[in-house]
């Protein structure tokens, strides 16, 4: 492997591991009483899944490796190559985002994550994949997530319009859609543990006593 092409993949990776490393939770915890999500929730919602810090660092990294193994070829192994493999994935995250929340609202379908804090580990994993394909509705009540299925597929599928000719294909307009909903299997399992995460290696540090300084010395 070259010096430029491991360059491609480990900067990214890096980078996506700090940014990752200081965004909090986005979802709900299940104790909390469930409310209605508004208009303005909703486009809160797209920005911060589409542009947060979350968003973007998972962007490097699937740009870095790309370009890396040249995925597609028309791009190039090269930081220009880098560039239009980011705003291609930002681009189909984005509409993809757009579709769900706007869809959803016309059902009541709440796009955000639900925790399932203080369940037992194996629940919580199980909680993670069920909410790959579930929502809550406006009572709060499970219902399948018929605007994420539009979403995902449809987004991926249009895509093709202006995707690189290797890639604007059925088959790999599948396989997108495929990783679409094991990206978000991958976001809801950031969303269950991280808060959990934080407070156990962080809360330390912001609970530390205040400097004691000397008042009226000068």
């Keep these: 492997m070259g010096r430029s092409r491991f360059l491609f993949f480990f900067a990214p990776a890096v980078l996506a591991f700090g940014q990752t490393a200081s ?4 979802g709900i915890s299940s104790s909390e009483t469930p409310q209605p999500i508004t208009a303005k929730e909703r486009v809160r919602w797209v920005v911060e899944n589409s ?15 790309g370009t890396m193994f040249n995925v597609p070829q ?14 291609m994935r930002l681009t ?3 509409t993809s985002n757009v579709m769900e929340a706007g869809l959803g609202a016309l059902w009541g379908e709440d796009p955000r994550y639900v925790r399932a804090e203080g369940a037992p580990f194996g ?34 599928y249009l895509s093709n ?16 859609v495929g990783l679409g909903f094991l990206g978000r299997m991958g976001g809801n399992a950031f ?7 934080r407070r156990r290696f962080f809360s330390k540090k912001s609970s ?11």
Excluded at 161 to 176: C, G, I, Q
């Design 74 to 87: 028309e791009y190039g192994p090269h930081w220009e190559g880098f560039g239009k493999r980011y705003g």
């Design 23 to 26: 965004v909090g939770s986005l």
């Design 208 to 218: 530390s006593p205040p400097v004691q300084r000397t008042v009226g010395t000068d």
């Design 191 to 197: 969303e269950e543990f991280w808060p959990d995460v």
């Design 92 to 94: 189909g995250i984005a």
């Design 51 to 65: 542009v947060g810090p979350a968003s973007l660092a998972a962007g490097l990294f699937s740009a870095g490796w």
């Design 123 to 156: 629940n919580r994993i199980g909680h993670i994949v069920k909410m790959t394909f579930l929502a809550q509705n406006r009572d709060g009540k499970t219902m399948p997530a018929y605007a994420r299925y539009i979403a995902i597929s449809g987004s991926n």
């Design 161 to 176: 319009t202006w995707r690189a000719d290797s890639e604007a294909t059925v088959s790999r307009a599948s396989l997108r």
